[in-house]
């Protein structure tokens, strides 16, 4: 099981040493973002083979969605304790990805199991 945390002020460091030199533009990835609108889309991080994963809630908690794992090499080992993730959360076999470049989209895509 993973284990989400909710975004803390004191968590910034730890979250940054990933989103900062990822590349990745994507404003969702912003610390300041993260922690704002956790209230509203209940969004939580942890760390998992060496990326970062953050959730959140979409549709008022109807559906889960996660963000690109951001971190160094390969993510479709991750992809499967996602969905899972998923699965205990919302009881159900559909999971999200919000990706800002198309890029990571395909990439994602290739990776699903």
């Known amino acids: 099981m993973i284990e989400f945390k909710p975004v803390r002020l004191e968590d910034r460091a730890v979250i940054e040493r990933y989103t900062m030199p990822s590349g990745i533009c994507n404003c969702d990835l912003a610390f300041a973002n993260m922690y704002c609108w956790q209230a509203v889309f209940h969004s939580a991080w942890a760390e998992i083979g060496g990326f970062l ?3 959140f809630q979409i549709d ?3 559906r889960i969605g996660y963000m690109q794992p951001v971190g160094e090499g390969d993510f479709g080992p ?3 304790l996602l969905r899972e993730d998923a ?5 159900c ?4 990805y919000i990706a800002e470049i198309e890029r990571a989209r395909y990439s994602i895509e290739e990776r699903k199991p």
């Open 87 to 91: 699965w205990r959360v919302i009881r």
């Open 53 to 55: 994963v953050i959730r």
């Open 93 to 96: 076999n559909r999971y999200g």
């Open 60 to 62: 008022g908690g109807e």
């Open 78 to 80: 991750i992809l499967p």
